[in-house]
């Protein structure tokens, strides 16, 4: 009787050890892409609509969030070389986060995919890459940099620094960002 109580607690204390539904997705899952509140509703898909300047956090296709953004210095058009201060257009992926960014806290965007590396390939040009979902740059104020009302970034999309916390609660590694013009 009693080893079958030590296996029990040994098989309880595995299950909890597993990682919540959904997280375990990510192939490469760390505790340290964990949300910083698992409560807070998950998205599963992100959508920007440059034009608007607007970034939508969706579930099962309902808006759970949006947020007013600031783009790359020059929004106009897809992405075709490091450096045009362009924000891409396409589908790709949250594929890591910096904890520690100079930006507050950042969520790395899976630019360049296989369509940019291809088209800069024809170009002879240098795709770049750096893409993130971003906080203001430490140490400065939204009003410093005209956010949001002036796109300021090298082709990032921006949030404040408050916003960051909830898209980072909100939208784990693996989700998909549709960004349109």
Sequence with gaps: MRFGGVFAVAVLAAVIALPAPGLARNKNFQTASLPDNPVIEQADQ?????????????????????????LGKRPVGHKLFE???RTPEGRYYIDYRLRNSGYHRALHISYPNDNDIERSNILRTDPGGDIMIH???????????????????????????????????MVPDGTPIDILP
Excluded at 138 to 162: E, F, L, M
């Design 83 to 85: 450096g045009d201060f």
């Design 135 to 169: 906080g203001l740059p430490n140490g400065r104020s939204a009003q410093y940099k005209g956010h949001p009302n002036k796109d300021w970034t090298a082709g990032c999309i921006a949030v404040t620094n408050a916003e960051i916390q909830e898209i980072w609660a």
């Design 46 to 70: 992100v959508v920007v609509y440059k034009g608007q300047r607007r970034l939508v956090l969706l579930n099962d296709g309902r808006v759970i969030k949006s947020y007013k953004v600031a």
